[in-house]
Nanobody, 126 residues
Framework: EVQLVESGGGSVQAGGSLRLACIASGVSFVDSDVGWYRQAPGAEYELLATLIRGGQPWVQDSVKGRFTITQDNARNTVYLQMNSLKPEDTAVYYC????????????????????WGQGTQVTVSS
């Protein structure tokens, strides 16, 4: 059974930082594709960052310079470091693994990846 579990969310003031973690079982991040998404209330899923087949990390332009995706292969864990947080970053954040044939540049939604975590809430206050 494949399971992805996110952690590290919470409430933080604008300008603060959080590090999200995604621990996987049943799938190896080093051999797979991994992505971070977020969904704000009433909004669509937004692709934030990816590591595709061990390639170079990619980060969405809107969060580039503030967000960084990394992985710890020994712990089968992927991280999303979020700095200089803004109120508009408030959302539920998800990790996902194994890109599908529906994955396109920039991302579109849950159909992009086969496996998804339950999400972790990030709330940024002004």
């Amino acid at each position: 059974e494949v399971q992805l579990v996110e952690s590290g969310g919470g409430s933080v003031q604008a300008g603060g930082s959080l590090r999200l973690a995604c621990i996987a079982s049943g799938v190896s991040f080093v051999d797979s594709d991994v992505g971070w998404y977020r969904q704000a209330p009433g909004a669509e899923y937004e692709l934030l960052a990816t590591l595709i087949r061990g390639g170079q990390p990619w980060v969405q332009d809107s969060v580039k310079g503030r967000f960084t995706i990394t992985q710890d292969n020994a712990r089968n864990t992927v991280y999303l470091q979020m700095n200089s947080l803004k109120p508009e970053d408030t959302a539920v954040y998800y990790c996902a693994a194994e890109a599908t044939i529906h994955f396109v540049a920039g991302g579109s939604g849950r159909g992009d990846f086969k496996y998804w975590g339950q999400g972790t809430q990030v709330t940024v206050s002004s």
